[in-house]
């Protein structure tokens, strides 16, 4: 699975936050995402770069965005330690049970 860093200035652009997190979670090529704070995602898809590429550019209608392929192992920073686990491994943290989680795989 291929895991991607999504962000982009959530206050300068035609796409409002709801938009950009609803076709996050409706979008089939996307199998799991996290939102650490506005504006970045982290997602995975087995989809590889241009193919997600097409769907975020209509999305941001020409406003700036960056999506990076990372490698897992080679991120850092401070992070809640079961999200680590998950970008590094795959395995999913377990969730709140407040959370409304409706996709399957999805932290938030």
Sequence with gaps: MNTFILSYNPFDGKASGSQIHAYVTDCRKITQYYQPWLGTYVLRSFEEMPSLLTGFNGLFHGTSYILAQVQPLQMN??????IWNWINTGNLPALPPTLDNTKTGSLF
């Design 77 to 82: 920073g401070l992070l809640d330690p079961s």
